[in-house]
């Protein structure tokens, strides 16, 4: 075999061959170019509807494969299963029947998705309370398993509810269980609004086509730049928690949760653009969550797929709030405590999950003492104290505004400083190896810190600092702002956005550590 020909062997085995240690990435070269491959057929096929769709749904599947190798033949399965599980539950007449083929669709669904990812959980902890020592190999995690699950759940539970007519056509319910930018790290789409849009009339425009290429370009920025180059020093202090001060930990801490909203906004940011650039629409999966106030408001802005897809499917069918305060909370804590093993097999995810409801919980119970507190005060006001208030007409125009003003400025900054930290602290038992170093992490923060180290710190690493602070900035900037730099960037012709690409991989290049870092939600 020639030089040329083992350089053509390599280059189809890095491109068509799966391979376990480097699959396929939005953040890497491969992608590009297979990216480019796929969309000039897809430019010249996309004004035909049946063409289209086989051409998407093929290039969905040889991405997976590309991803998670034979596994691509448990997508395929579940494409199939819950087609034909929706198709029998919008047949059948009977309740009973739509509703036992519902429940051997979720079971069938939960169990799959149980197996690969909790079974190794749950047998260690089963040896542990039984003192056995049954033993089985390393079950590999599909990745995207939990995405795609979920929206198959929807989907059969929505055509039970009759939200939704069950598709006809396998070919539409294949596109939208595998529509690629979407596959393996969500957002989590909902049948009712994806489907509508798989046959619709595509349009393709200057303006559209320029959005999706900033969408790319943000994603492609918050993740291979930020997210990664965070993530150098982040990994050196949890390597080894007991070498670093309580300064450094602390620092690991917000670095942290920098790295994990970029990292992961910065997926579902290429995922909306690359939907974009095909002519699709993804709902936004990120409403700049450290700002919130309150751990409530928090859930509304991060993870915005999963949260909602919570409240529908575990939170409403528990209960809600439509049976009672102690049901709700009930319902809050078992949706949460879910929420946190969804995002992975251990007990730290529980934890964290539990602690998230416990917010919640505390959150809606300081509600509930606010408005009882308001509806008796407003009872006890008499006709002639408010006679007394009205005759003090500077009082009531000029202080009491000002005094109310105050109060709930001073109340939304104490409350965005509780539950940032609250949020923050909690990140640590994301990425900790363990719970017990977790727990070591967040001790040395409060018994080993030292803020006399802060201007050394930033003589020896003040990329790092610098890398926090822009994260901060674009995660703070106003929506205005990223609307008017979307506009301008998609009115620019195409030499200076390529420019801006070039720009952007040469800053990756100069800030990479060695190979193309995984997305963070890749293990959920």
Not at 105 to 125: A, E, P, R
Not at 175 to 190: D, K, M, N, T
Not at 386 to 400: A, V
Not at 486 to 501: D, E, I
């Amino acid at each position: 075999m020639t030089e040329f020909e083992r350089l053509i062997n390599h280059l189809l085995n890095q491109f068509l061959v799966y391979s376990q240690n480097s699959p396929l990435l939005f953040n890497s070269g491969i992608f590009l170019v297979l990216f480019l491959i796929f969309y000039g057929g897809y430019i010249f096929l996309y004004k035909n509807d049946l063409l289209r769709m086989a051409y998407v749904i093929v290039f969905s599947f040889f991405f997976y494969y590309k991803s998670s190798g034979g596994f691509v033949f448990l997508l395929g399965f579940s494409a199939l299963f819950n087609y034909l599980s929706g198709f029998l539950i919008d047949s059948f007449q009977l309740k009973q029947n739509r509703k036992l083929t519902l429940w051997i669709s979720i079971l069938v669904n939960v169990g799959l998705l149980f197996y690969f990812k909790y079974t190794l959980f749950f047998l260690k902890n089963w040896n542990t309370i039984t003192s056995q020592n049954i033993q089985l190999e390393s079950i590999f995690l599909p990745i995207g398993i939990s995405f795609f699950t979920f929206q198959a759940i929807s989907y059969v539970v929505d055509v039970y509810k009759k939200e939704i007519p069950a598709c006809r056509n396998i070919l539409d319910f294949a596109f939208y269980l595998s529509f690629f930018p979407q596959l393996v790290a969500g957002p989590i789409v909902r049948a009712k609004d994806f489907l509508p849009q798989i046959r619709q009339k595509l349009e393709f425009d200057s303006v559209t086509l320029g959005w999706g290429l900033f969408w790319i370009l943000k994603g492609l920025f918050k993740k291979a730049v930020l997210a990664d180059y965070i993530a150098q020093y982040v990994d050196l202090i949890y390597s080894n928690e007991a070498g670093y001060t309580g300064f450094e930990h602390l620092l690991a801490m917000y670095g942290y949760t920098i790295q994990i909203y970029c990292d992961f906004s910065g997926y579902s940011d290429m995922a909306i653009g690359l939907a974009l650039l095909m002519g699709y629409e993804l709902c936004i999966n990120f409403d700049r969550p450290y700002l919130a106030t309150s751990i409530t408001e928090f859930w509304r802005r991060w993870h915005i797929s999963l949260s909602t897809w919570l409240r529908d499917y575990i939170y409403i069918p528990l209960g809600g709030n439509r049976h009672g305060i102690l049901r709700m909370y009930l319902a809050l804590m078992a949706t949460m405590l879910i929420g946190g093993l969804w995002h992975g097999a251990d007990w730290k995810f529980v934890f964290w999950g539990a602690m998230h409801g416990i917010g919640l919980v505390v959150h809606k119970i300081y509600l509930t003492l606010i408005l009882e507190f308001r509806k008796n005060n407003t009872e006890k006001s008499t006709i002639n104290e408010e006679i007394e208030i009205n005759k003090i007409g500077f009082l009531k125009k000029t202080i009491l505004p000002f005094t109310d003003n105050l109060f709930n400025s001073l109340k939304n900054s104490l409350g965005w400083l509780f539950t940032f930290h609250f949020v923050a602290f909690l990140w640590v038992f994301f990425r900790a190896e363990s719970f017990e170093k977790a727990w070591f992490s967040i001790q040395k923060i409060f018994t080993a810190t030292d803020f006399n180290y802060a201007l050394p710190f930033w003589e020896i690493r003040p990329l790092f600092i610098t890398m926090l602070f822009v994260g901060l900035f674009l995660h703070f900037s106003s929506k205005l702002s990223y609307k008017n730099l979307g506009n301008y960037f998609a009115s620019l012709p195409f030499w200076a956005k390529a420019v801006c690409y070039l720009i952007v991989i040469q800053i990756i290049l100069q800030t990479q550590s060695e190979g193309v870092q995984p997305f963070i939600y890749f293990q959920f």
